[in-house]
């Protein structure tokens, strides 16, 4: 009973790279998001989908795009990293009122 | 815009004594949850209240929904330093996405 698997779960990259943060989750949820979180901070929304399909922003989109690629995946790409995307990133499903279920993280260093 | 506040935005007790941390907003959401984060760990689910007034209990950890179901509260009796973390509340209207607090650091001193 994995729950929500995401990898790598620690990245290095230099200015300007590309990546692709995978994320897969094996309880049939509809719904999941990426977040990111800054040192001491809460959570913030960069991508949601509702359904396979379908994306959404969040409130800090620019410099990611997203792939619902199934109703298991969502994926995160950064396109060109920027130092600003130094984070960790979280991957989470969840069902109307039964509450998320979130992945260990992914602890990126964009240098 | 931040629907969801929480207070207080930092908390530091001694063991054993009770706390009650608050999560308001203006708006009406048809469940709401809590979570809790350990450093270097994702949120995990707490519990998930959906009836305006319902009240849960998860050992020393009571959770309410308000009435009108705006807000909710997680009072903890006699802490301990295992109850260290990050505190989330959540909420979700409907079937739109989840829209996460601003975060109670919660810290026990032994």
């Known amino acids: 009973n994995a729950g929500v698997t995401q990898t790598p779960k620690f990245q290095v990259l230099k200015t300007g790279q590309s990546m692709t943060l995978q994320c897969a989750q094996d309880?049939?949820?509809?719904?999941m998001y990426w977040y990111r979180q800054d040192p001491g901070m809460g959570l913030r929304l960069i991508y949601y989908?509702?359904?396979?399909?379908?994306?959404d922003k969040g409130e800090v989109p620019n410099g990611y795009n997203v792939s619902r690629l199934n109703k298991r995946e969502f994926s995160l790409r950064l396109e060109s990293a920027a130092p600003s995307q130094t984070s960790v990133y979280f991957c989470?499903?969840?069902?109307?009122?039964?509450?998320?279920?979130f992945g260990q993280g992914t602890r990126l260093t964009v240098v | 815009t931040q629907l969801l506040e929480q207070s207080p935005q930092f908390l530091s007790i001694q063991e054993g004594e009770n706390l009650t941390v608050y999560c308001n907003s203006s708006?009406?959401?048809?469940?709401l949850q809590w979570y809790r984060q350990e450093p270097g760990e994702g949120p995990v689910l707490l519990v998930t209240?959906?009836?305006?007034?319902e009240v849960k209990k998860l050992k020393r950890l009571t959770f309410q929904f308000g009435d009108a179901r705006k807000d909710s509260s997680l009072h903890i009796t006699a802490a301990q330093p295992g109850d260290t973390g990050l505190y989330l509340c959540?909420?979700?209207?409907?079937?739109?996405?989840?829209?996460f607090g601003t975060g109670t650091r919660l810290t026990i001193i032994p």
């Open positions: 959540a909420g979700a209207r409907g079937n739109e996405k989840l829209t």
């Open positions: 309880m049939n949820h509809n719904s």
């Open positions: 989470a499903s969840s069902e109307w009122r039964v509450g998320a279920f």
């Open positions: 989908s509702a359904s396979e399909g379908t994306t």
């Open positions: 209240v959906v009836t305006g007034g």
């Open positions: 708006s009406v959401f048809s469940s």
